[in-house]
């Protein structure tokens, strides 16, 4: 009765999310005519909206659901996922803000053009931007899949593919001025879906006598079944209660004991654990309580430092590459209001990260059956019902379906601007009609993708994409804004090294061609600390190599980046 009652009280959290974001958009957009209202909203956005519009459109599903998933699995070193997000802002803050809002540019490529006097380098960031921006839906519409598979019952595609469709209808109806209003409620919703289950859980974990630090895995309280929906090799210390039906090591079995040791459970095998029974766990994670209480274990295979180093480089480079969070200071008034937004961004997110936090420490307790998956994306979802009951149960997961749903539509709607943005600039005739059409387009290739692609944790999914941004579009805002030098040509160089060499490493890493160990595996991983440097490298030595071609207009073009508006030295571009 109780499983009723939770299925449809979420059904109705999920579709008040839903059908809320839309009207909030349809609201907020009404009026909405002229190509600049659909790009950056006439620029009319104070810094206390767009801070809350930024913060809702970046905490996506990685952050939602990954965070807590990955903290649960790998402990105290996933906690630089949330360390790193966050800090991004305060490199955005420091070195590209305000001098980008005073660019006047409209997107990453319009500010491509306007500081290199070139089409060339401008055609090379649009199509940086798509690809970013497309890596980066995937996983939100696959995450929006497996939330609704997990809580509906659904099959995954459907989800995905109804995620997709309203995030098109979001930004067809009034683009950027529709979906920041949306954004800006969605982050409310999503820290209030986040915080209260982790404050009431906090309660009855204080008054419970389960220990985190204990030698042998977690054991889950009673009968629990687990499906292996992503191939994994588990570790198995104590087999007592439990069995295992599916494919082992490659061998065909049925209800058979799972003995102690290593084993490889392929797509389709079904975990039955007694309770009581100690959790399989996934072969580079933590083994016991306490090693997962320790720092220095990295997140899986070999090289941990490299891995936590190479995450922090992405982590906190990779916000201001991010399209979508760009386009958000094009909205600013002015220069010192962008700076502005950006600082309370940074104050929105700390308070919002605290909560996975908990939340995937919480889950080491209560669900410990993820950690036996190669995903733990579901620790929040499956939390308020394993540690509480009746109508507590009902109330905190119908919440989190809400939180959730919203995290996927917020991201999702400023990623699909983003694109139409720059498509609908940079391909077709400037106007509504090409930034609709180019919507549609925008959001059909990622839900093909989606429904095609396999699947990676979300929060190292999106890692990834920050690993692409941080090696193509970062170099070039941070050099284009602060360093003269930087020529077309180098721009385009780097652009094209950093994009061809990150996207190789997220998809051989999405394959798994060189397994989990080994230096191959770790720098397909977290290519950061390599791409990176290699990108910047490559702008500065081609940009040298080119210093003949600096255009003519950087002095007038720095000077209108970096002195204060007061002075009359700005213009604005017009899309």
């Known amino acids: 009765m109780i499983a009723d009652h939770v299925s449809g009280l979420t059904v109705a959290a999920i579709l008040l999310a839903a059908f809320g974001t839309v009207s909030v958009g349809a609201y907020g957009g009404r009026g909405a005519r002229s190509t600049s209202d659909f790009l950056v909203a006439s620029r009319s956005i104070g810094p206390g909206w767009n801070a809350a519009a930024i913060a809702g459109e970046y905490l996506s599903a990685a952050s939602f659901l990954g965070v807590a998933g990955l903290v649960a699995k790998y402990g105290a070193d996933a906690l630089w996922y949330p360390i790193g997000f966050t800090a991004g802002y305060l490199s955005l803050l420091l070195f590209v803000s305000a001098p980008l809002r005073r660019s006047g540019a409209y997107t990453v490529p319009d500010f491509a053009e306007f500081r290199l006097a070139s089409l060339r380098a401008r055609k090379a960031a649009m199509v940086v931007v798509i690809v970013i921006c497309v890596l980066y839906l995937v996983p939100q519409l696959q995450g929006a899949g497996l939330t609704l ?126 309770a ?106 499956l939390l308020p019902a394993a540690a509480t009951h009746g109508i507590w149960a009902i109330a905190l997961s119908a919440l989190v379906a809400a939180g959730a749903m919203a995290a996927f539509l917020a991201t999702s709607s400023g990623l699909l601007v983003s694109i139409a943005g720059v498509m609908s600039t940079d391909l077709m005739p400037a106007g509504v009609r090409s930034f609709r059409i180019c919507a549609l387009l925008g959001g059909a290739i990622p839900i093909a993708i989606a429904l095609s692609a396999g699947s990676l944790e979300l929060s190292r999914s999106v890692g990834l994409v920050f690993a692409v941004s941080a090696s193509t579009l970062c170099p070039l805002l941070v050099l284009g804004i602060w360093w003269r030098g930087l020529t077309a040509a ?86």
């Open 149 to 274: 598979n997990i809580l509906l019952h659904i099959p995954p595609w459907v989800g995905a593919t109804g995620t997709g469709l309203l995030v098109i209808v979001n930004v067809v109806g009034a683009g950027m001025r529709s979906v920041t209003f949306a954004q800006a409620v969605q982050y409310w919703l999503k820290l209030t879906a986040v915080a209260i289950p982790a404050l009431v859980l906090v309660v009855i974990f204080a008054g419970s006598p389960q220990q985190l630090g204990e030698p042998l895995p977690p054991r889950v309280q009673s009968q629990t079944t687990v499906r292996i929906d992503t191939p994994v090799e588990v570790t198995v210390t104590d087999p007592t209660g439990v069995r295992v039906s599916g494919t082992v090591d490659d061998r065909p079995v049925d209800e058979q004991p799972l003995a102690a040791g290593t084993h490889r459970l392929d797509r389709g095998t079904v975990l039955r654990l007694a």
């Open 276 to 381: 009581g029974a100690a959790t399989p766990v996934v072969s580079r994670a933590p083994q016991t309580g306490a090693a997962w209480m320790d720092s220095g274990g990295g997140l899986g295979g070999s090289h941990p430092l490299y891995q936590v180093l190479s995450l922090i480089i992405a982590t906190f480079l990779g916000a201001m590459g991010l399209p979508h969070v760009l386009v958000r200071f094009y909205t600013n008034p002015d220069g010192r209001a962008a700076r502005r937004t950006a600082l309370n961004v940074i104050a929105a997110l700390a308070v919002f990260y605290f909560f996975p936090s908990i939340l995937g420490v919480l889950a080491r307790a209560w669900v410990p059956q993820v950690l036996s998956t190669g995903t733990a994306d579901a620790a929040v979802l």
């Open 490 to 575: 180098g721009a385009i160089s780097g652009l094209l090294v950093g994009a061809v060499a990150s996207a190789v490493a997220v998809g051989v890493s999405a394959t798994g061609v060189f397994g989990d160990d080994g230096w191959l595996s770790v720098l397909t991983g977290y290519p950061a600390a390599v791409t990176v440097p290699l990108t910047f490298a490559t702008m500065i030595l081609v940009s040298l190599a080119t210093r003949a071609q600096i255009p003519a207009g950087t002095a007038g073009a720095f000077a209108r980046m970096h002195v204060p508006e007061r002075l009359g030295l700005g213009v604005e571009r017009t899309p």
